[in-house]
């Protein structure tokens, strides 16, 4: 059966490659699936207010493919007082998100578990403070480009949702991905780049955790990443 395609504001069609499931889950993790994760999810049924999510949230900031979850969580353990949205496509990181929430005790995250522009599609304009996409699939064939996430129709929901003074942050260790980014960004006067000093954008956001990717990137010899933060206007 043919799969819907989130629809897009302007009506553009867009490749995406659906919910991932790894190997078969264990007794224990399809507990996780069938007990927990309903607390957490976020089904959509039309438009979505994050704040009825986190009422008493300072800030709310979305990671997108938050994958083992390991910033996802670092970040909400050390920041209570601000709202988490997760999203995740593949079954073996939810998992492990679920059960890092469920071990630490984090209440300020909640999880959506499809495709991340739905979620920004249904929220509303300026809703966001911040928005985290670290290390997205890099699709490197360029008959794949289509594929990543960021791309025209998803920047311009990026600039819709996060609000003036926001922030989105993008880590690659991909060059072709961080200049696609870039090249796609600068078309935008919704957002300004204003880096410190050349190449500061080598240095990794304060209080950084390096992600699983980022760590398996290091140990392939990718040892250079690019940690850009694009401020909307
Ligand atoms: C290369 S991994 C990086 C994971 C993690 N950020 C890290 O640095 O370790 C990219 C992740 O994004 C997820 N992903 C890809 N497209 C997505 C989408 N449209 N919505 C939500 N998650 C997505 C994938 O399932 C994958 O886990």
């Not at 997108?64 to 073996?92: D, K, S």
Request: hydrophobic share 40%; glycine share 8%.
């Amino acid at each position: 059966m043919a799969r819907e395609l989130p629809k897009t504001r302007d009506g553009a069609p867009r490749a995406f490659f659906g919910r991932r499931s790894g190997k078969k889950l264990h007794r224990g993790q399809q507990a996780i699936f069938d007990v927990i994760l309903p607390l957490l999810e976020i089904k959509l049924a039309g438009p979505l207010d994050p704040r009825s999510l986190f009422p008493k949230a300072k800030k709310i900031i979305v990671e997108i493919g938050y994958g083992g979850g390991e910033h996802l969580a670092l970040e909400a353990a050390n920041h209570p007082t601000t709202g988490y949205i997760g999203c995740e496509v593949f079954t073996g990181g939810i998992g492990k998100m679920v059960k890092m929430i469920a071990a630490d005790g984090l209440e300020n995250i909640r999880l959506f578990t499809d495709d991340a522009l739905k979620l920004l599609i249904a929220l509303p304009d300026t809703s966001l403070d911040e928005v985290y996409l670290l290390y997205p699939d890099p699709w490197l064939k360029t008959r794949h480009h289509k594929r990543r996430f960021v791309s025209p129709t998803t920047l311009a929901e990026l600039a819709r949702v996060i609000r003036p003074s926001g922030t989105f942050h993008f880590a690659s260790d991909i060059e072709d991905y961080a200049n696609w980014t870039l090249t796609h960004i600068v078309r935008l006067a919704a957002f300004s780049f204003a880096p410190d000093a050349p190449g500061s954008w080598h240095q990794p956001y304060p209080g950084w955790q390096p992600t699983r990717y980022e760590q398996k990137a290091r140990r392939e010899g990718r040892l250079i990443s690019f940690y850009f933060s694009f401020r909307r206007v």
